[in-house]
């Protein structure tokens, strides 16, 4: 593992808890600024908000000071934002477009810069999310993909917070949000997520679980592969078979998911860590990482289980063209009662005419 993945892992796990708790609106702000601080590995992070009653951009810096104001458009931030884009300047104090006027306030000189606009669910701006002076040398592109995650959970969070939005709610998209960017990371392709929610669903009801348990599967099944945020880019996305040293590193995505997820004691957070631990483990023992058997791997572990096999088997990957589905079918009916729990092989079957109809209702674009 390198030290970056696991830094990384630390910090998000380390500030969703924080954050979790806080109702107070620039609580939360400071809090996410000390998050992309530490995942940029920058000397400074704002976060700012769009004030659209009196076109202003604010944030806040720290307890005991005011926030600081300026013109919604104003700055290299007022760019990205009416831009709508990101943007990394390495040498901040010859822009054109730089205020000085921040630094004034603030009494610090601005070097360089990282700037990511951050949108609420029905795309609208609502801030930016910025970090300054990295520590060490320039910005570069693998810094903002770090930040983007920072950025897109900060917009989740912060568009929760100005909605006054129940908690609940926060924690069901914030799963999603996270969810969708390990899935991009590992280019996997648009509705990979919401068909191994429908397909959990579908199980879940049919194997008896009660409308709560199934709520909570359905949200956090697709939670299941985030631990994949720390495998390194060459061995999760290489494009042909894996040695068995990269796979040995490959299957630890199911002990870091549980690690990051497991911070929270909250509901939907604690049922995705335990899927993210067990959703490799197989009926008849052989699965990784524990080894657990039957019944002892936990229901919505060995759901998990039927639903992305069911689809990674369906789709196409970086290592693989997707199967046919008569291909798909033979190889459940073979692991019965080995890979997988054999109750749920039968009811896979028998409600095959709907799992087909979420596969259609959620197709790849263009494959
Ligand atoms: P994934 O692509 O989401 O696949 C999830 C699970 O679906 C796999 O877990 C495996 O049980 C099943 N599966 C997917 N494709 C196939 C297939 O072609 N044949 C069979 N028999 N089963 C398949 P597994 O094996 O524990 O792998 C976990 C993750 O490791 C995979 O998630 C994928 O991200 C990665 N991975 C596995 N093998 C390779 C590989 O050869 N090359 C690359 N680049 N990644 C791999
Ligand atoms: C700017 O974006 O140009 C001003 C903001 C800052 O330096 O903090
Ligand atoms: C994901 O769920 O985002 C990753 C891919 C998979 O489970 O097949
Ligand atoms: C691998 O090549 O990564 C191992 C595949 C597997 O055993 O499922
Ligand atoms: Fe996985
Ligand atoms: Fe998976």
Known sequence: MNNNAEEIVEVIFEYITKIQPLREYEEILMQLAHMGRRLAGADRCSVWVVDNKNKTLWTKVAHGIKPIHIPLSSGIVGQAISKKKQMIINDVQKNSHFNAEVDKQT???????????MFNQHNKIIGAFQVMNKSQGFFEDADMKYLM???????????????????????????????????????????????????????????????????????????????????????????????????????THA??????????????????????YEHHERWN??????????????????????????????????????????KIL???????????????????MENLDTFLSIRDKFKDESV
């Open 285 to 326: 023992g052989n699965g990784y990482p524990l080894g657990l058997k039957g019944e002892e791997i936990h229901i919505y572990g060995r759901i998990t289980a039927v639903a992305d096999v069911f689809d990674a088997l369906g789709s196409d990957r970086c290592y693989k063209k997707a199967w046919p589905l008569e």
């Open 149 to 251: 995650l920072a950025a897109s959970y900060s917009a989740e969070t912060l568009d929760a917070a100005i909605l006054a939005d129940e908690n609940d709610q926060t924690q069901k998209e914030m799963i999603f949000l996270m969810s969708e960017a390990v899935e991009k990371r590992s280019k996997e392709t648009g509705n990979h997520i919401k068909r191994v929610a429908a397909y959990s669903r579908v199980l879940a009801t049919a194997y008896g679980l009660s409308k709560d348990e199934t709520n909570i599967l359905e949200v956090s099944s697709p939670m299941h592969d985030i631990g994949k945020i720390g495998i390194p880019d060459n061995i999760l996305n290489k494009p042909g078979k894996h040695t068995e040293e990269e796979f040995e590193i490959m299957k």
């Open 107 to 117: 009494g610090y000189e601005t070097k360089t810069m990282m700037v990511i606009p």
């Open 330 to 348: 033979a190889l459940f009916k073979e692991e019965r009662g080995e890979h997988f729990d054999p109750l749920l092989v039968d009811l896979l």
């Open 255 to 276: 002990l870091l998911g549980y690690e990051i997820l497991s911070a929270s004691k909250k509901g939907i957070l604690k049922a995705a860590a335990t899927i993210a």
